[in-house]
Structures are given as structure tokens and as C-alpha cells.
């Protein structure tokens, strides 16, 4: 019989204490935190079930919800087929290559608070280029008092910003088939459709899956982008659950409601992705 030498889980030890440390216990911390309340003086109560009830019954968590699951759903419908797009219109040799991968890649590389600054800035009627522009061709635009303006600006924002990763991850696809699949389909005289129907689309499949899965998580937990430029609003516009989840821990300083918020919402991302994922996965077995 073969014997496994398992002295190489002391080289990973190190990480798993790590991820103790900084997952698995402030998640406890939190779960202590729903199931009591506290009066001040570090003295908690326990209420049980209490804070979840309220929560899932909350008019206000059920608003802000359906803003994430609206936002979510438009910046993938937007996002991925623009992103296929794109990398099928990118250059497979030459200088170009690098040029391109470079230009797609600087998106990502600018962080998400200086990403909410510069389209605050950008969107603005007085000294932006977006609203100022706007303003001049009569447009009535104003993303700080209308809620379909700030709407169309974070979705403008977002696309501008994640698309990029839609990009490379398809074009990583693209660049994995081998030339002699090309070479066939110009035999056999197929179309410019058929060829992305039956060649590329099944070669892109499981990067558009991690696509997909990355793109719904980004999404649903946006947080910085928005709240530097709209603080949530005109109102509670665009207050979503990440949005509404600190105005509530730190803005009311109600860590029980706070606390099973953010584990409603922790488990909300993880249906939902599973979902996706388990949906994706049957439709990539069928089709091979």
C-alpha cells in the first residue's frame, strides 16, 4: 500500500490559522451580534431570532433588494454581450495584441473610490464634462436630483469600468482555439455566425461562467462607486443592501438589525450564485 506523505499540510497550517483569524471569527463575532442586543456599557441581551424576523420583514430591506437584484441584472445584460463584442473585434496578432490588453486592463487597475470620484466629477452640471455637455444640448440631466439620472450614471459607471474584465476573460477564450477549427470553417464555407455559434461561443463558455459568477458578486455588493457619487441618492434611489447595511451598523449604530442584515445578505450572495452556477454548468454538459 501507498503511503501519503501528509507533512506538507504543515506548509499550508500557516494559511489556515490565517484564515481563521480574519474569516472564520469576525463571521462568529457577527453571528453573536444578530442574536443579542446591547443597551451601551458592553452589556447584550439575547433576543434570539429577533433581528431576522425584522429584517426579512422590513419594507426597507425588501426595497433595497430589489434595487441590487434590478442593478445586477441590467449591468450583465449590458456588460457580457459587450464584452464578447469586444474581444472578437480585438486583434489575435501583432502589436495590437498588447495595445489592446494594455487599454482593456487600465479599468480595472483605478480604484473603486477614485472610480465614484471621477464620474462624480465627470457627471456634474456645472464643471463636468458628461453634465455640463448635457446641459448645453438642453438635456435635462442632474444625476444629484434625478433618480433616473444617477440610475443611468452608475450603470454607465460600472459598465465602464468591469467591462474590461468581461473582455479579457473572453478574449482569453478566443486565443485558446486552435487555428485548425478556423481553417475547417472556411472550408466548409461557414458564416461569420456560425462560426461564433459553433466554434468560439462553446470555447467561451467557462470563462463567461467565472465572468458571469465575478460580474453578479461585483454587483451585488457595490458599494464605494455609488455611495461616493450618489451617497444613495436623490433620496433612497440608489441606496442598495451594501449602501443601506452601513447606514444602519454605523450611521444608527444598530449592530443586532446590522449584524443579521449582513448574514441575510452573506447568504443571499451565496444562493444566488450558486444558482448561476449550477444553471451555467447543466447548459455547458447538454451542449457538449
Known amino acids: 500500500m501507498k503511503k501519503w506523505n501528509n507533512r506538507a499540510w504543515l506548509l499550508v497550517l500557516p494559511m489556515l490559522v490565517l484564515v481563521a483569524f480574519s474569516g472564520v471569527i469576525p463571521l462568529m463575532t457577527v453571528v453573536n451580534y444578530s442574536l443579542q442586543d446591547s443597551f451601551g456599557n458592553n452589556q447584550f441581551f439575547w433576543v434570539g431570532t429577533e433581528w431576522f424576523e425584522e429584517v426579512l420583514h422590513s419594507e426597507r430591506f425588501h426595497n433595497a433588494l430589489g434595487r441590487n437584484l434590478l442593478f445586477s ?5 449590458i456588460e457580457i454581450p459587450l464584452g464578447i463584442a469586444i474581444a472578437l473585434a480585438m486583434p489575435t496578432r501583432g502589436i495590437g495584441v498588447s495595445i ?3 487599454l482593456m486592463a487600465l479599468p480595472l487597475l483605478i480604484p473603486w473610490n477614485v472610480v465614484g470620484t471621477i464620474w462624480q466629477i465627470f457627471g456634474r452640471v456645472d464643471i463636468g464634462l458628461l453634465g455640463h455637455t448635457l446641459a448645453q444640448w438642453g438635456v435635462d440631466y442632474n444625476y444629484a436630483q434625478s433618480p433616473l439620472a444617477a440610475w443611468i450614471t452608475i450603470i454607465a459607471m460600472d459598465v465602464w469600468h468591469w467591462t474590461s474584465l468581461v473582455v479579457l476573460l473572453s478574449y482569453s477564450g478566443l486565443v485558446a482555439v486552435p487555428d ?41 455588493m457595490i458599494y464605494t462607486e455609488p455611495f461616493v457619487l450618489t451617497g444613495g441618492g436623490p433620496g433612497n434611489s440608489t441606496t442598495f443592501l451594501s449602501i443601506d447595511l452601513v447606514q444602519i451598523a454605523i450611521g444608527q449604530f444598530d449592530l443586532g438589525p446590522a449584524a443579521a442584515m449582513s448574514l441575510v445578505y452573506f447568504l443571499i450572495i451565496l444562493l444566488l450564485s450558486w444558482v448561476f452556477y449550477t444553471v451555467m454548468t447543466k447548459a455547458d454538459e447538454e451542449a457538449s
Not at 456560425?194 to 460580474?215: G, T
Request: hydrophobic content about 60%; aromatic content about 14%.
Open 180 to 220: 485548425a477549427y478556423y481553417q475547417a470553417a472556411r472550408i466548409d464555407g461557414a458564416s461569420r455566425w456560425a462560426v461564433f455559434r459553433y466554434i468560439q461561443l462553446p470555447r467561451m463558455k467557462r470563462v463567461l461562467l467565472i465572468a458571469v459568477l465575478l460580474r453578479f458578486m461585483d454587483s451585488f
Open 100 to 102: 489592446c490588453l494594455v
Open 73 to 77: 441584472g441590467i449591468v450583465l445584460a
